[in-house]
């Protein structure tokens, strides 16, 4: 059975930093990705990361500030966000893919399972 639980969120000060974590039980996939989800808005692609070589795309918004990895030994996923702003204030949840594709799939209906989310609130 494949679940994935997200854990780190919290709130932080504009500027600061947070460490999401991922962890994946049932099998691995082609493909992890996070995505985020503000109140009223659309579920929002942010990262994703091949899990066999490592290649990372992100949201032109979060490059530069926040950087996607992950353990294989622990199947789990990570999302190092840095200089945090009020904008980023959302629900962050992982995702994963069975089959990777596209390249850097990065639209929701290219996951196949996902986590619950963890809230992250930057205050100004």
């Known amino acids: 059975q494949v679940r994935l639980v997200e854990s780190g969120g919290g709130l932080v000060q504009t500027g600061g930093s947070l460490r999401l974590s991922c962890a994946v039980s049932?099998?691995?996939?082609?493909?992890y990705g996070w995505f985020r989800q503000a109140p009223g808005k659309e579920r929002e692609f942010v990262a994703t990361?091949?899990?066999?070589?490592?290649?990372?795309y992100y949201l032109d918004s979060v490059k530069g500030r926040f950087t996607i990895s992950r353990d294989i030994a622990k199947n789990t996923l990570y999302l190092q966000m840095n200089s945090l702003k009020p904008e980023d204030t959302s629900v962050y949840l992982c995702?994963?893919?069975?089959?990777?594709?596209?390249?850097?799939?990065?639209?929701?209906?290219?996951?196949?399972?996902w986590g619950q989310g963890t809230q992250v609130t930057v205050s100004s």
């Open positions: 049932g099998r691995t996939f082609s493909s």
């Open positions: 995702a994963v893919s069975i089959n990777g594709t596209p390249p850097y799939p990065r639209r929701i209906y290219d996951y196949d399972y």
């Open positions: 990361i091949t899990w066999s070589g490592g290649s990372t």
